[in-house]
């Protein structure tokens, strides 16, 4: 039996997906349907194609460049590499 | 399922250095416990494991509410624990940033996300044990929850830091935020019935993986 002999939690939790699953369907009709980056894209008040942050040269600009990705991840990974040799766990 | 979908440039270099900072201190400290305690060898193989487990289903497009993904961060929090468990988010993030799924830059603030998902999902099913013994609830409710939180953190974090080249006023930017949430916490639901399966099915044939959170 993999539901327990408490069933007050049972009703509790049933409950409480069905509020959350209610607001999420009222919040999805509100919102229109797009994927996940279009929606934050959408909700911070840029356009249908850059995201935010795209367009404004001030921050950090790794996106899409691949010599940036390389170059990051090997540094992440010799500095995970020295940390591992020094505070193995 | 909280997760900043922002690419590197979104957050001003302060706030990325700030973020980063605080999800570094926090590993520090979990790093420092876990040496202090022996060695979990079998926790150890629950957190890779873990580890697998979330980088795949982060990378996995549900077509549900426009596309969403999993992040089974409550359940790390349940099976490792909140300190072996903000090891584990950190190296997803790492991991998915690599590919592209969500900035270099916003690892930190991803990573003190899930760490809040990862806690109060932990804390949420250890301390309800006493008011619901039963698993499969208890780690659903568990998971709503972290989730939840996770949200919250999600809004707070890209309402302090800001997002460069925004002309949208805070109220609007909230408002939007909001929705997001709400449409993620839908997939919470789907996330928490998983959640709560695997941990009645743990529960049953491996308590002893639960701890004293177990039945």
């Given at each position: 039996m993999i539901f327990p002999e408490g069933r007050r939690g049972l009703f509790i939790f049933l409950g409480l997906l069905a509020v959350v699953f209610a607001l999420a369907v009222v919040a999805y009709l509100a919102a229109g349907d797009m994927g996940i980056e279009e929606r934050f894209s959408r909700a911070l008040?840029?356009?249908?194609g850059e995201g935010p942050g795209?367009?404004?040269?001030g921050g950090l600009a790794l996106e899409g460049n691949l010599l940036s990705y390389v170059a990051v991840l090997g540094v992440l990974a010799a500095g995970c590499y020295i940390l591992y040799r020094r505070f193995r766990v | 399922m909280a997760h900043v979908h922002l690419q590197d440039g979104s957050f001003s270099l302060f706030w990325v250095v700030v973020w980063w900072a605080a999800a570094l201190v926090l590993i520090g400290v979990s790093l420092l416990i876990l040496r202090s305690r022996k060695t979990d060898q079998k926790k150890i193989t629950v957190a890779a494991f873990c580890t697998a487990a979330a980088f795949a289903v982060f990378q996995v497009s549900i077509p549900i509410f426009g596309g969403v993904h999993l992040t089974l961060t409550p359940l790390i929090g349940i099976l490792t624990g909140p300190l072996t468990g903000s090891l584990v988010v950190l190296i997803v993030n790492i991991l998915s940033a690599a590919i592209g799924h969500g900035g270099y830059g916003l690892i930190g603030a991803n990573t003190l996300i899930n760490i809040v998902e990862v806690s109060v999902g932990y804390a949420v099913f250890r301390l309800s044990k006493p008011l619901m013994p039963g698993l499969f609830p208890r780690a659903g409710i568990a998971t709503v929850l972290g989730l939840l939180c996770g949200n919250v953190a999600m809004i707070l974090i890209i309402l302090v830091s800001g997002i460069q080249g925004v002309s949208q006023d805070m109220s609007a930017v909230l408002g939007g935020l909001s929705l997001i949430a709400a449409i993620n916490m839908g997939v919470a639901v789907v996330e928490a019935f998983i959640t709560g399966l695997i941990i009645a099915y743990i529960g049953k044939v491996r308590p002893d993986m639960l701890g004293s959170g177990g039945p």
């Amino acid at each position: 039996m993999i539901f327990p002999e408490g069933r007050r939690g049972l009703f509790i939790f049933l409950g409480l997906l069905a509020v959350v699953f209610a607001l999420a369907v009222v919040a999805y009709l509100a919102a229109g349907d797009m994927g996940i980056e279009e929606r934050f894209s959408r909700a911070l008040g840029g356009g249908e194609g850059e995201g935010p942050g795209e367009e404004n040269g001030g921050g950090l600009a790794l996106e899409g460049n691949l010599l940036s990705y390389v170059a990051v991840l090997g540094v992440l990974a010799a500095g995970c590499y020295i940390l591992y040799r020094r505070f193995r766990v | 399922m909280a997760h900043v979908h922002l690419q590197d440039g979104s957050f001003s270099l302060f706030w990325v250095v700030v973020w980063w900072a605080a999800a570094l201190v926090l590993i520090g400290v979990s790093l420092l416990i876990l040496r202090s305690r022996k060695t979990d060898q079998k926790k150890i193989t629950v957190a890779a494991f873990c580890t697998a487990a979330a980088f795949a289903v982060f990378q996995v497009s549900i077509p549900i509410f426009g596309g969403v993904h999993l992040t089974l961060t409550p359940l790390i929090g349940i099976l490792t624990g909140p300190l072996t468990g903000s090891l584990v988010v950190l190296i997803v993030n790492i991991l998915s940033a690599a590919i592209g799924h969500g900035g270099y830059g916003l690892i930190g603030a991803n990573t003190l996300i899930n760490i809040v998902e990862v806690s109060v999902g932990y804390a949420v099913f250890r301390l309800s044990k006493p008011l619901m013994p039963g698993l499969f609830p208890r780690a659903g409710i568990a998971t709503v929850l972290g989730l939840l939180c996770g949200n919250v953190a999600m809004i707070l974090i890209i309402l302090v830091s800001g997002i460069q080249g925004v002309s949208q006023d805070m109220s609007a930017v909230l408002g939007g935020l909001s929705l997001i949430a709400a449409i993620n916490m839908g997939v919470a639901v789907v996330e928490a019935f998983i959640t709560g399966l695997i941990i009645a099915y743990i529960g049953k044939v491996r308590p002893d993986m639960l701890g004293s959170g177990g039945p």
